[in-house]
């Protein structure tokens, strides 16, 4: 499951879930997240069409 569907079953976005585990961080396992590098992103968006939009997302847009 990646940030998108997350945010989607608890009906938000992507930057507010975010934003609120990293305010809450104390409340999640350390290993709740973690965050692909660039090329990871573009990898994942090459082998998985579900996961194409990956490559558009840039950390200023998260």
């Not at 975010?18 to 350390?30: M, S, T």
């Not at 997240?33 to 997302?57: H, P, V, W, Y």
């Amino acid at each position: 499951m990646i940030d998108i569907d997350l945010a989607s079953l608890y009906e938000t976005v992507t930057k507010v879930l975010k934003l609120q585990v990293k305010r809450n961080i104390n409340r999640f396992p350390e290993d709740f997240m973690f965050e692909l590098t660039k090329d990871e992103k573009i990898q994942q968006g090459t082998n998985c069409d579900r996961l194409s939009a990956l490559k558009m997302i840039t950390k200023e847009d998260e």
